[in-house]
């Protein structure tokens, strides 16, 4: 059984090729890195996935059910995601917005329960948020702001979780406790999760499988065992690796940038 | 989302004050009225004093309150709408349509009971211009949707201002009070009391909707809200809204921009509690304006407008600037 799945998928951006006939499936308990380089299409990815965006070609499953099928809120039953960018304008409490999670679980006239409620504070204390229930979120950090959009999503608690850069703007403390939070719920309660990263040794440390996308709509994906390796990263990031054995399995050290940037530096002022 | 004790008390306290604000309303006046006099003349209709009261007074003051709560709802809709805290009412054009018709009515010299047609025709033109300009092929652009109006409104201004230059002398000061916004001549009638009514409860079954909306397309799309219905819905109940409020009153200023802001820092950003109090205290605020403007130099009444922005401009600077400390 596939938790989410896509089938001979084009996607595309202004004219640029992001995947071409990709087929994915994640199961649920798979916790699943998408790498790539800047601007290779890894939200677009993660948008068409999440049926905001079209895809040109092929067909996308949330379980058994064809995305293109589903209302809205069918698929926000069933499919969260956390976006690159977090911008509030109107001045909420942290835990309205955290509340905001139920809203397509809840009927048109229903309220939050206290249920709901404890488990919006519950979800805000696990990332460490507690204490910010009251506290109007358009004074929160960057991370903050961020860690509160996490939140949000666990309060939603979809099966299909997309992870849009989920440690971006985090400390080392937050990015761990994120991407824990992420491994637990994918091994603890079956979830499925797709996060882009661009720390590779999280995505090593973290992830069962990677989908990596090279640009030109070339990609691979499967087992991180598999998938992660010199070569590999090599040439998905245009940058020598070098990769140091520890106890955890391997990590990756970027060495130096063989792109134009040495060109750059070396000119004539 | 559980409303806080502040937010709990404030909705009843707001009906309180609306009723208030109307018999304030009903008891001061160019007419001196004692308090026995005015009790009188509420328990008899048909008095001399009860004609003032009742046929005067009162339904000038209901018109004043429902303009004030059109205006105000009408104010968090397009603040939603557009996603920006500038937004007004009168922001994509429904009101320079509807003022530009009017004008024309006055210069033309249509009779009197024919204006809040040209009015009501000016308002939907606009509505129906900017929608069908702005819906275009594509899915739903917020800032397509803000240019087409804006320009729109652009528009209608500079219509409005070659009408007040080529119009008659004697006409202008009546194109300048309606211009303001005044309640001298309003009548409440029953279908902008009907149109305030059925957009209220729709927009409190549809307020968890605006919560989500308001944290933008995308977000809401994510959370299960079919964004592009929603939206234009909200497009179209606003500017009924707005057209309603210019057909009773012309365009009064100053109500729909800060109402929902006042009403955002007093009760914060929920929906089923912003809705109501924001409606509420629209009405109170515009029943209040207007029994200043037909007081404070009476017998010389002023456009209701003028008040609204007297009393709106230090109202809201101030509590903006406790709002600043206290963050």
Same mark, same amino acid.
């Given at each position: 059984m596939t938790a989410l799945s896509c089938q001979a998928l084009d996607v595309s951006i202004a004219g640029i090729r992001v995947a071409n006939a990709l087929d994915l499936e994640l199961a649920p308990g798979e916790l699943w890195g998408l790498l790539g380089p800047n601007g290779v299409g890894k939200t677009t990815l993660l948008k068409c996935l999440a049926g905001l965006t079209p895809a040109d070609r092929g067909a996308i499953r949330i379980g058994e059910n064809p995305l293109a099928g589903m209302t809205r809120r069918e698929v926000a039953q069933r499919l969260g995601m956390l976006q690159q960018h977090t911008v509030y304008l109107f001045d909420s409490s942290a835990l309205q917005i955290a509340l905001t999670g139920r809203h397509p679980h809840l009927k048109r006239w229903d309220r939050e329960?206290?249920? /709901?409620?404890?488990y919006a504070e519950s979800a805000l204390q696990a990332v460490d948020l507690d204490g910010f229930a009251e506290r109007?979120?358009?004074?929160?950090?960057?991370?903050?702001? @961020?860690?509160?959009? #996490?939140?949000?999503?666990?309060?939603? /608690? *979809? !099966?299909?979780?997309l992870l849009d850069e989920p440690t971006n703007h985090?400390? &080392?403390? $937050? !990015?761990? !406790? =994120? +991407?824990?939070?992420?491994?637990?719920?994918v091994a603890d309660a079956r979830r499925t999760a797709l996060a882009a990263l661009h720390d590779v040794n999280l995505a090593a440390r973290f992830c069962s499988h990677v989908l990596m996308l090279f640009g030109d709509g070339a990609w691979q994906a499967g087992p991180c065992a598999e998938m992660l390796g010199r070569d590999a990263l090599e040439r998905l990031y245009g940058c020598r690796v070098e990769v140091v054995e520890t106890a955890a399995g391997p990590r990756f050290h970027p060495v130096s940038a063989e792109r134009p940037s040495a060109a750059w530096l070396s000119r004539k002022p | 989302m559980m409303p806080s004790a502040r937010s709990r008390l404030l909705v009843p306290g707001l009906l309180i004050?609306?009723?208030?604000?109307?018999? &304030?309303?009903?008891?001061v006046g160019s007419v001196a009225m004692g308090f026995t006099d005015w009790i009188a003349a509420l328990q008899q209709p048909d008095s001399a004093l009860g004609e003032v009261v009742w046929r005067l007074r009162l339904p000038r003051a209901w018109a004043a309150w429902m303009v004030g709560g059109l205006l105000a709802l009408s104010g968090c809709l397009m603040q939603v709408l557009l996603r920006n805290p500038l937004a007004d009412p009168y922001i994509l054009g429904v009101s320079g349509g509807a003022a530009f018709m009017?004008?024309?009515?006055?210069?033309?010299?249509?009779?009197?009971?024919? &204006? *809040?047609? +040209?009015?009501?025709?000016?308002?939907? #033109?606009? =509505?129906?211009?900017? #929608?069908?300009?702005?819906?275009?092929?594509? *899915?739903?652009?917020?800032? @397509?949707?803000l240019l087409t109006g804006v320009v729109t409104a652009s528009g209608w201004a500079a219509l409005i201002s070659l009408i007040l230059a080529i119009g008659p002398?004697?006409? &202008? @000061?009546? +194109?300048?009070?309606w211009l303001l916004g005044d309640l001298s001549h309003a009548q409440p009638g029953i279908a902008p009391a009907a149109v305030l009514a059925a957009v209220f409860v729709l927009v409190t079954v549809l307020a968890r909707s605006l919560n989500v909306l308001a944290m933008g397309e995308t977000t809401a799309r994510l959370l299960g809200e079919e964004t592009d219905r929603l939206l234009w819905l909200v497009y179209l109940l606003a500017s009924l809204l707005t057209a309603a409020a210019v057909f009773i009153a012309g365009s009064v200023g100053f109500v729909g921009l800060?109402? *929902? $802001?006042?009403? @955002?820092?007093?009760?914060?950003? /929920? $929906?089923r509690v912003l809705v109501p109090a924001a409606t509420l205290?629209?009405?109170? #605020?515009?029943?209040?304006? /207007?029994t200043l403007a037909r007081t404070l130099l009476a017998p010389r009444q002023l456009p209701v407008g003028v008040v609204t922005a007297v009393l709106g401009v230090p109202l809201f600077l101030l509590l903006l600037n406790r709002a600043r400390l206290k963050s």
């Open positions: 329960s206290a249920d /709901d409620v404890r109007g979120v358009t004074s929160l950090s960057g991370g903050e702001a @961020r860690r509160l959009a #996490f939140a949000a999503l666990l309060v939603q /608690d *979809p !099966q299909v979780l985090l400390d &080392l403390r $937050h !990015q761990l !406790q =994120i +991407m824990e939070i992420a491994s637990a719920l | 004050l609306s009723f208030l604000s109307l018999l &304030l309303s009903s008891a009017t004008l024309l009515g006055m210069t033309v010299g249509v009779a009197a009971a024919l &204006l *809040p047609v +040209m009015t009501l025709a000016g308002a939907l #033109f606009s =509505i129906i211009l900017v #929608f069908s300009l702005a819906r275009g092929e594509g *899915p739903w652009s917020g800032t @397509r949707l002398d004697n006409s &202008l @000061r009546g +194109m300048l009070f800060i109402v *929902p $802001h006042l009403s @955002r820092m007093l009760v914060g950003s /929920d $929906h205290f629209g009405g109170c #605020f515009l029943v209040i304006s /207007d």
